[in-house]
Structure formats: structure tokens, C-alpha cells
């Protein structure tokens, strides 16, 4: 036997208004109530990965910039010690001269004609050097130049010069270091 729910009403029915046809109205089954709610979080799973593989592609674009600008610091800041320990070398006057102009000579495009200008103390030490015995530079002319910092020259030859100067050498350093960041 079969109930028949029964609704009074305060009044009469006015109007009434069919949302949806009788024969379109199907009950869902639990089984396919959860798989609507499985499908339903399936979507929500994949919005929330790609939110976070949006911020983590977001967050390794500021890592490597990071990481870029500390290698960059990091190379000026090598250069600017390297200033100061070649400063300190400088000043107390600890260096050759004699291997700064081999340097330079091997790099010169000729050994004919040869002028080397050097800061005049270091012209005096490398005289005084000379004196005692040590000619390594025969046949190479020397030359005052205040303009020359110590520990320093400048190679002169027919065919072009070759500069030895502090600030061209931390210059070449710097850019190396900022090529390999």
C-alpha cells in the first residue's frame, strides 16, 4: 500500500509554473552521485596544479635572476679585493718589475727596436738589479715615464705597444668574470 504525501496550503493555488518536465526528472544513484563528486575534484586537483606550476615557473625566473646578480656582485667584489691586495703589493713595493717586462715582451709583436717605459723608481730598481749582474734584457732600451704607475710599463716596438697597467688587467678580469656568470 502505497502513502501519498499530502501538503495543505494556507490558500488557494493561484498560478503554477512547470520547471521541468515529469519524465525528465531521473534520480541519481549514489554511484553516480560519487562519481560526480570524484569528477568534481578531479577538476579542482587540476586547477590547483596549475596554479602551483604557474608560481613555481614564476619563482624560478626570480631564483636564476637571483642568482645572476649575486655571481655578478660576487665577481665585482673579487675584482674590487684584488684592487685593494694589488694596491697594498704596490705600495709596499712588493713585486717584480723584472717579470712584468718579460711578461710584456712576450707579448710583444717584435724584440727589434725595443723601448720599455717604466715608472722611474722602478727604472732605478731595475738599473740597480741590472748593476749587480742580472743583464736579462739585453739589447731592450729603457725609459722614465712619471705618467707610469709602479709596477707597470709599456712596450714600444715598430710594429705596436703592449700595455702592462693595473686597471687594463682587473678591466680584462672583470669582464671574464662577467662572462662566466
Known amino acids: 500500500m502505497s502513502v501519498v504525501p499530502t501538503v495543505k496550503l494556507a490558500g488557494p493555488i493561484e498560478s503554477v509554473k512547470v520547471i521541468q518536465p515529469a519524465g525528465a526528472i531521473?534520480?541519481?544513484t549514489v554511484e553516480e552521485g560519487m562519481l560526480a563528486e570524484l569528477e568534481s575534484q578531479k577538476q579542482q586537483y587540476a586547477e590547483a596544479t596549475q596554479t602551483l606550476e604557474a608560481l613555481a615557473?614564476?619563482?624560478?625566473v626570480v631564483y636564476d635572476k637571483a642568482i645572476v646578480d649575486h655571481r655578478q656582485a660576487i665577481a665585482k667584489l673579487a675584482v674590487e679585493i684584488a684592487r685593494k691586495i694589488l694596491a697594498q703589493k704596490v705600495k709596499e713595493g712588493d713585486y717584480k718589475i723584472e717579470?712584468?717586462?718579460?711578461e710584456s715582451l712576450n707579448n710583444a709583436p717584435t724584440r727589434q727596436d725595443v723601448v720599455v717605459r717604466l715608472n722611474p723608481q722602478d727604472l732605478?730598481?731595475?738599473?740597480?738589479?741590472?748593476?749587480?749582474?742580472?743583464a736579462a734584457f739585453a739589447g731592450i732600451k729603457f725609459a722614465a715615464d712619471p705618467d707610469i704607475g709602479p709596477a707597470q710599463c709599456v712596450v714600444e716596438t715598430p710594429k705596436g705597444k703592449v700595455e702592462s697597467l693595473i686597471e687594463s688587467h682587473l678591466e680584462q678580469v672583470a669582464r671574464a668574470l662577467s662572462k662566466a656568470v
Request: glycine share 4%.
Open 26 to 28: 531521473e534520480a541519481m
Open 57 to 60: 615557473a614564476k619563482m624560478q
Open 99 to 102: 717579470t712584468i717586462i718579460q
Open 124 to 134: 732605478a730598481r731595475l738599473q740597480q738589479t741590472q748593476q749587480q749582474g742580472e
